[in-house]
């Protein structure tokens, strides 16, 4: 897509969002009410995320793709995967019964200033009802198909599906650390993954940990990081204060 073309539509997505700013609110507080949580500001905050990858040229993506994503519903990658879609112009269908409030809204008010500012036809839609047997159903008309999330979970969808599936570990890490050494610390990561609904994998032993680590998987990793490192092939190592600042959602091609 032009750029410029692409920077009048963010500016019109923003615009949208703060002309339904109470009606996205109201989603948010019913989100809570289920166990997720959200923020006005998050939102914008994804947005200008997502767009400034883009134009940095972090982001690499076919274009003119028909897209499943298969996740939680969390709304900052629900955000992140709508503004590369649009630049690359690729449809997607969202996969998920999670966070449907919040996700129902966004994405009607992004469809609808698509269509009326930019005579763009319906890009996004959920499939939230039976949607593991419906992504089955439905494979065959994907050119990719995303899981974002557990492993484990990724195998179970996976024995039905007759492609190739791009994983993405977002939103599930594994942890190495003494608990009683780093007992404030394991305190935070309790809190931070209810605050953001993150599964968090905790090792006590360190060759259980390495034995169990997958190269799809990020890690936290508390002591000895040099030495682990060397012995483990993953995605992505975070220290403990790395991954409480610089924990996001990252777009896999």
Not at 26 to 44: P, Q, T, V
Not at 57 to 81: R, S
Not at 205 to 234: A, G, P
Request: net charge negative; with cysteine.
């Amino acid at each position: 897509m032009n750029i410029d073309k692409f920077e009048k539509i963010i500016c019109e997505i923003k615009k949208s969002f703060e002309d339904n700013k109470n009606i996205i609110k109201s989603a948010i507080k019913k989100e809570l009410e289920n166990g997720y949580m959200f923020y006005y500001d998050d939102c914008i905050k994804e947005v200008e995320r997502a767009k400034s990858d883009i134009l940095n040229g972090k982001i690499q993506e076919k274009t003119n793709q028909e897209i499943a994503v298969i996740y939680d519903g969390k709304l900052d990658v629900t955000i992140n995967i709508i503004i590369n879609s649009i630049y690359f112009n690729n449809k997607i269908d969202f996969y998920s019964d999670g966070a449907n409030i919040i996700r129902t809204v966004i994405i009607e008010i992004i469809n609808n200033t698509l269509k009326n500012e930019f005579n763009i036809e319906k890009c996004f839609e959920l499939i939230t009802e039976n949607y593991n047997q419906e992504i089955v159903e439905n494979q065959s008309k994907y050119d990719k198909i995303i899981f974002i999330g557990d492993y484990f979970e990724l195998n179970n969808i996976q024995n039905n599906i007759n492609k190739e599936i791009v994983y993405n570990s977002y939103g599930f890490v594994k942890v190495y650390i003494n608990s009683l050494k780093y007992k404030n610390e394991h305190t935070e990561l309790v809190k931070m993954s209810y605050k953001k609904n993150i599964g968090i994998e905790y090792y006590y032993d360190i060759n259980e940990f390495i034995e169990n680590v997958r190269e799809d998987d990020t890690v936290i990793i508390f002591e000895n990081i040099d030495e682990i490192s060397k012995k483990i092939k993953v995605r992505k190592i975070f220290t403990y204060n790395e991954f409480i600042d610089d924990y996001k959602f990252e777009y896999i091609n």
